[in-house]
Nanobody
Framework: QVQLVESGGGLVQAGGSLRLSCAASGRTFSRYAMGWFRQAPRKEREFVAAISWSGGMTYYADSVKGRFTISRDNAKNTVYLQMNSLKPEDTAIYYC??????????????????WGQGTQVTVSS
């Protein structure tokens, strides 16, 4: 089992950058695939990015490809989401999620067993 805690959210102007972190407890973090999802007010939760347990594979939503980068440091039990060129439509609560080895579907939240509490990202125009 793993517990996840996000940090790094905040208020930023359009065009700015933020880096989100997700710290995981437990000694088996390196066995977990990790994902980032977001939920904006009055919208469904949506996939943002995911990374394999080794970091060798990454996946991105089309809406963030080229602007966001997911990475992980297994020695620090942490996964990151570097967000550049932020847009007002990126405003949402961002959640990290974990699934041992690999999720059945990288882009579906239902495929992940473990979730953090979320961190708010607000992008002003």
């Amino acid at each position: 089992q793993v517990q996840l805690v996000e940090s790094g959210g905040g208020l930023v102007q359009a065009g700015g950058s933020l880096r989100l972190s997700c710290a995981a407890s437990g000694r088996t973090f390196s066995r977990y695939a990790m994902g980032w999802f977001r939920q904006a007010p009055r919208k469904e939760r949506e996939f943002v990015a995911a990374i394999s347990w080794s970091g060798g594979m990454t996946y991105y939503a089309d809406s963030v490809k080229g602007r966001f980068t997911i990475s992980r440091d297994n020695a620090k039990n942490t996964v990151y989401l570097q967000m550049n060129s932020l847009k007002p439509e990126d405003t949402a609560i961002y959640y990290c999620a974990g699934q041992m080895f690999a999720p059945a579907n990288w882009r579906r939240g239902e495929s992940y067993d473990y979730w953090g509490q979320g961190t708010q990202v607000t992008v002003s125009s």
